[in-house]
């Protein structure tokens, strides 16, 4: 089977799901264009919800395609939330492509990220309630992607290249 993989990584969450997608895919061939690929991977961070403006306009080259979508979202502890950002996803492909794998899992943010949640804690006190929730999710993100995670991304993989084969 030929693979190819695309992706892009802001925080390194991505990334390291990319890598251990790599690993798993290590006997299979790698070719650099979709086009001479049997399965395309391709990742993302979410960004308001969907992938990042670079991964949804490569998405619309794609055509004919079979597709692995796999990606991290900072506010991930939720399924319905996590196969919500997928569906955004995937609104971004024609109807040529067939996605026949996915994962998602949450991924850490930046530290930035709390201390802006901080600091509007304290801006907005009637809103403290909301924060506290925003900060507890930040919290739980910080290990994310682990090594559940991760094993449960390879598990995908593995599906997904038997509908390939």
């Not at 650099?32 to 403006?53: I, K, P």
């Not at 067939?98 to 530290?111: A, N």
Request: aromatic share 10%; with cysteine.
């Amino acid at each position: 089977m030929k693979y190819s993989m695309y992706y892009a990584s802001v925080t390194g969450n991505t990334e390291m799901l990319a890598k251990t997608v790599e690993k798993v895919l290590a006997n299979e061939t790698r070719v650099e264009n979709a086009e001479d690929a049997d399965l395309v991977c391709v990742g993302f961070w979410t960004n308001e919800g969907t992938a990042s403006e670079e991964v949804r306009n490569y998405l619309k080259t794609l055509y004919n395609r079979k597709i692995f979508l796999f990606g991290t979202a900072g506010f991930g502890d939720s399924k319905t939330y996590l196969d919500g950002i997928l569906e955004h996803v995937e609104d971004n492909l024609n109807d040529t492509n067939e996605v026949i794998g996915s994962f998602m899992c949450q991924g850490k943010m930046p530290q930035e990220v709390r201390d802006k949640y901080n600091k509007l804690k304290e801006e907005v006190p009637n809103q403290g309630a909301h924060y506290d929730l925003m900060i507890s999710n930040f919290d739980k993100a910080l290990t994310h992607p682990d090594e559940n995670d991760l094993k449960r991304l390879e598990e995908a993989v593995l599906e997904t290249v038997k509908k390939v084969k």
